[in-house]
């Protein structure tokens, strides 16, 4: 076992000299417990409207793009392409406005997509406890919440207006999910908004402790990279590609169960690299628009077809499985099937 000292000095610049043997230890603790298998899925952007000013983000209230929410018409045809794929795990994204896409709301969702997916995600403004346990009992079993950046004084210049500035709400709703009993739990920072020595580091002793306390969840991290989008925010701190590997080995040393993501945010090739290095989840089929997979953008906006981000890796379901297989590994499309 890692303690946590020793996964502080994973992360220091003077571990790069080591990356090659830090790779092959990920390598060996990857294929013990997780074997050479790969879980796909995508997210599906219900709505784009947000009460919240972030800097970095597309959705911003303050960017002037247009804004939309899906009808249970146009969920029910995002729900039937994606399906028609072969993925049946899914990750839901509205916006974070309680006002434009109300729990109420997510839950008429949620059960038009059970029809169709054997697992669904939430990824949407936090939630008390028994709001995630009312989710629970209409068929979302994993919750995805990014604290985005942990550096208290950072994260208020970043978070600016809106509700996501209070800190500590948004810090509890893992916890909160845990204790309502959501199946897994992912949590995230995004690179690139602080040393990313400092957040991964913080990153992690979060994950353990979320792992400790309730084993029963499989606990996974997400490190996605700032992507352009709208605003043209400029990232503040450079993660490279090398940094992604150090990143990466060192999470899955320390945390041997912790299930890693690595999002279409990053370029096919880097993407392929990573994956023997600790990766268990990859999303696939990607956009980050409303209704991205089945209605077309308009051009000025006006349908609320703005990407939240841009993203690097454009490859279909099929693609990424073929991709996958020919690696020697097993896509899988389906693990997990409510009782």
Not at 24 to 53: K, M, S, V
Not at 61 to 81: C, H, P, S
Not at 234 to 244: A, E, G, L, Q
Request: charged content about 25%; glycine content about 8%; hydrophobic content about 35%.
């Amino acid at each position: 076992m890692v303690n946590e000292k020793e996964f502080s000095g994973m992360l220091a610049e003077s571990a790069e000299s080591s990356l090659e043997a830090m790779a092959q230890r990920a390598r060996e603790i990857t294929l013990r417990y997780f074997g050479r298998t790969i879980q796909l899925y995508t997210p599906i952007y219900l709505a784009n409207y947000c009460d919240n000013a972030c800097l970095y983000c597309g959705f911003n209230i303050n960017n002037d793009i247009g804004r939309r929410r899906l009808t249970a018409e146009e969920v029910e045809a995002e729900a039937r392409f994606i399906s028609s794929t072969g993925l049946k795990h899914i990750l839901v994204l509205t916006g974070e406005s309680r006002a434009m896409s109300p729990v109420s709301y997510i839950k008429d969702c949620v059960k038009i997509l059970k029809k169709y997916f054997s697992s669904i995600s939430i990824e949407v403004y936090p939630l008390t406890e028994a709001e995630y346990s009312g989710l629970i009992s209409e068929g979302v079993d994993g919750l995805t919440v990014y604290q985005e950046v942990y550096d208290k004084e950072i994260y208020a210049k970043m978070h600016i207006a809106g509700p996501k500035s209070d800190y500590d709400f948004r810090f509890g709703a893992p916890e909160r999910g845990a204790r309502a009993g959501m199946r897994s739990i992912n949590i995230g920072v995004l690179l690139g908004l602080n040393d990313w020595r400092k957040e991964v580091y913080l990153l992690g002793l979060h994950a353990k402790y979320l792992q400790d306390k309730y084993p029963e969840a499989d606990i996974g991290v997400s490190i996605p990279r700032i992507r352009p989008q709208v605003s043209g925010f400029k990232t503040p701190s450079r993660v490279s590609d090398k940094n992604m590997v150090q990143i990466i080995t060192a999470l899955r040393i320390f945390l041997p169960r912790l299930g890693i993501t690595i999002s279409t945010r990053e370029d096919p090739a880097l993407r392929e690299n990573l994956i023997p290095l600790g990766v268990t989840r990859m999303s696939a089929g990607s956009t980050t628009m409303v209704g991205g997979h089945t209605i077309q953008p308009d051009g000025a906006g006006g349908n609320g077809n703005v990407c939240q981000f841009e993203i690097s890796d454009n490859r279909t379901v099929h693609e990424i499985k073929a991709m996958l297989e020919k690696k020697g590994y097993q896509p899988v499309l389906k693990d997990w099937m409510h009782i």
